[in-house]
């Protein structure tokens, strides 16, 4: 006859895995981190606490890449000089160009990342270069 206060193993496997999903769950990064890049893009690798992120987990911002283009069109400030001389008074300059950037992250730079959810796989946002003051 089977002890009432003794769960069946089917019981206890299920208990055990609850607590296993709970206890993950719980380690799930919640909020941005700072990670230090071990390899720049194309194939980046990032380490963030105990895991290394690669090209396929993760996002990243267009302006962190190399050969990201930006376009300006305004104008340099009036600014005058010279000897007085009516070619040197004050006057600004028209902008309208494409700023083409040429570097990258390199390793040993830090990024803010930022965990995504609601995907089927766990993802990552590559947000900043960032600092320690």
Do not use: F
């Not at 919640?30 to 890049?37: A, D, E, F, K």
């Amino acid at each position: 006859m089977a002890d009432k206060n003794i769960p069946t193993a089917s019981q206890s496997m299920s208990r055990l895995v609850d607590i296993m999903h709970q206890t993950a769950k719980a380690e799930l990064p919640r909020g941005n981190m700072v990670g230090i890049v071990l390899a720049p893009p194309p194939d980046i690798q990032v380490q963030v606490n105990t895991i290394t992120l690669t090209a396929k987990e993760c996002y990243i911002s267009d302006y962190l890449l190399s050969g990201y283009t930006r376009h300006y069109v305004g104008q340099t400030s009036d600014r005058g000089g010279g000897s007085g001389d009516a070619a040197y008074e004050s006057h600004n300059h028209p902008i309208d160009n494409d700023l083409v950037w040429t570097d990258t992250l390199k390793p040993g730079d830090l990024v803010s990342i930022e965990p995504i959810y609601g995907q089927d796989e766990q993802l990552y946002l590559i947000k900043d270069r960032v600092i320690k003051l």
